[in-house]
């Protein structure tokens, strides 16, 4: 979360409209200097031992989401950031597209809400329920890296494993 007051709350809103009931929220505030933080506080008085919230000056995406994942407890990873929104539905499709596939990863369609008071919707560009296996995940790693269509990591959940959070990593600022 950084400075998106205007979309937080509907984005939170949305998780907690979940068919699916099955999972903990993990709010990171990434230093910002709208209401974005308390809003976040609100949620986390709301549903205690639901949400959890994390406070942080400002250092950018890639450490809040570490900070998220250092503090998450649960087998899978879900991101959402806070322009984004989730159908209904989203959590009970990927725990039963897990349950029925035993993958590590399932990718989903995303709304992500615009300043426009329009919404963009993010499809796929293959059939649902397609499982990538063996040679097939070339098909799959070609459109991870080579299109701009499935870069974000707010339209995949992941298997989380213990190097997730143990990995050590350096920023480099270009000059």
Known sequence: VYNEEKF????????????????????????????????????????????????????????????ALAAANGEFIVWLDADDLLAPDTLETIKRTIQNHDCDMVIYNLT???????????????????????DDKMKLYRILLCENTLNSMCMKAHRRSDSDVNVDYTIYKHV
């Open 8 to 67: 937080l709350a509907e984005s939170i809103a949305s998780v907690f409209a979940q068919t699916c009931d099955e999972y903990e929220a993990v709010l990171v505030d990434d230093g910002s200097t709208d209401k974005s933080g308390a809003i976040c506080d609100q949620y986390g008085a709301m549903y205690p031992g639901k949400v959890t919230v994390k406070h942080q000056r400002h250092q950018g995406g890639l450490i809040a989401m570490r900070t």
């Open 112 to 134: 992500r809400i615009s300043l426009a008071a329009s919404q963009k919707v993010y499809r796929l560009p293959f059939c649902n329920e397609t499982v990538f296996v063996g």
